[in-house]
């Protein structure tokens, strides 16, 4: 059964931290740049998070997430470098076309934020289960009704999926046109959403009462079948990355 | 013997709903007893049962008259949760019964568990006990919604009995199984019997319920029309009036006139293979 998770079971020491430790670390690599505000620290920051993939043996991943994002980047570079509000420093001319230093630099540090952005949720998205990140949300207070409703939302859409092309399959085999021009398509979506809502509603129905029997709504405190296993190495991260934000906000007031 | 489900004068009728589901239903079920609640569709098979644990009138809000006291609880004055720990209930579709929040089958069994609050050793123990008992060993680590019709419904009675409740209720569990996964199911339900458990179970499956039942109440239009003995409900002449088929050997047996010493009618093959031997001898 397919789920919604980017999730790539490894061996490692990012693997093996818990997923609040692994929330706060990349919460705070992305947040710093920003806090900051300069080339350099956003650099520092991707240089760790490209490391903290090299460790989870994950880092082939993002590649193609970065390359199926260079149209937006080389655009980037052609507006900010020809039309940033800044602009002062030629760099140089293509033809009739002038880049200026100033735009460079602006699209330069957009890219590397970016760049940041993306590989610190890939720490976190890649190396971590999202029903143990759920989970450990609903250790610290987080309703398990909200984390009841996040953990299978991930199963329940690739099911719905399912279900849809088992009723297009149905409509198909009484004549129906599914395929070819864009505007049969949409055609053919249309008589489909009447049996997949109503299958929805009467499964989402059925699937409230079966939790209720089985105590979903019990208003004591629930117990876990996993124990929660805190790493040895989650309270220096903790502390690190806690030094790390304190530092960046210090760096912003006084410089 | 004290009954360990008592249904008194029950009516009830869903909010939007034009006639009574249910009409002055009363009944008893004694502890270690299996019921067989058969009769047609729009019989109220499936709002009794959800009245034995409470859904109705909790989940289901409609206007409920009359009285189900499950296990020594009456099911007004406490709530479904509270219920689940003396009423269980197996719904008909064993898809819609996977939480969809848990990735292996271990993990949906102790579901319930986690929600009252066991201790872990405890929750581990009692999901390896139910495991064993349902024959999951081998999907133990697989994904709920990876099993077959029958593996998943066994999922979903060993979920319900993990919370341990004395009295358990199917509401047509294997509607929607092809044959094997049915057999499972009645096999499931044969391990609930040797537990000592009372059981009620809606089922279309005249002939299932023939061989396992004790007693079976027969429904029409929210009404108790029969609650008897198989071979004395099975027997009735009015039974296809009524929206239900007999047994095969039953309406063979009939047009044979091959009844018991009581006048009635062999309800299993076993049953029916004995009168005719003894026929057969007699004459």
Known sequence: MRTISLYVEKESFIHGLDPVTKLWLTASLLIIPFIVGNIESTLVCLGINLALLSVARVIRRIFSILAMSLVLIITLFIIQGMFYGGNRTEAFALGSLVFYREGLRYATLLTLRFFNIISASMVLILTTRPSDLIESLVRRGLSPRIGYVLASVLQIIPMMISNTSTIMDAQRSRGMETEGRLVTRMKAYLPLMAPLVMSSLVATQERAMALEVRAFGARNPKTFLHEEIISRHALPIRVLTSLGLVAAVIWRVIL | ?283
């Not at chain 2, 360990?4 to 009830?12: A, G, N, P, T």
């Not at chain 2, 102790?110 to 139910?130: K, Q, S, Y």
């Open chain 2, 1 to 283: 013997m004290k009954p360990e489900v008592m249904v008194q004068d029950l009516s009830y009728r869903y909010d939007d709903g034009e006639e009574k589901a249910l009409d002055g239903v009363s009944f008893e079920v004694y502890p270690g007893e299996f019921l067989g609640v058969v009769g047609p569709n729009k019989a109220g098979k499936s709002t009794l049962c959800q009245a034995l644990v409470g859904l109705v009138p909790h989940f289901f809000h409609g206007n409920m008259d009359g009285r189900v006291v499950a296990g020594g609880i009456d099911t007004r004055e406490t709530t479904v949760d509270e219920l689940s720990k003396t009423v269980g209930l197996v719904f008909q579709n064993p898809f819609t019964q996977v939480t969809g929040a848990k990735l292996t089958v271990y993990e949906e069994i102790a579901f319930g568990l986690e929600n009252i609050g066991l201790p872990r050793d405890e929750i581990t123990r009692r999901v390896d006990e139910m495991i064993a008992l349902f024959g999951l060993e081998h999907v133990r680590h697989h994904n709920p919604f990876e099993l077959s019709g029958g593996q998943m419904q066994r999922m979903a009675i060993a979920s319900i009995m993990a919370l341990r409740p004395r009295i358990v209720a199917l509401d047509e569990p294997t509607s929607q199984l092809d044959p094997q996964g049915s057999a499972e199911v009645f096999q499931a339900v044969a391990a609930l019997r040797n537990q000592g458990l009372t059981v009620i179970m809606a089922e279309q499956k005249v002939e299932k319920i023939a061989r396992y039942a004790d007693r079976v109440l027969l429904m029409h239009k929210g009404k108790v029309a029969a609650c008897d003995r198989p071979e004395v409900v099975f027997s009735r002449d009015n039974l296809l009036d009524l929206g239900i088929r007999p047994p095969a050997y039953t309406s063979v047996a009939r047009e044979l006139d091959l009844r018991r010493p009581d006048g009635t009618l062999p309800v299993t093959l076993d049953d029916a293979v004995a009168l005719l031997r003894n026929s057969s001898v007699n004459s």
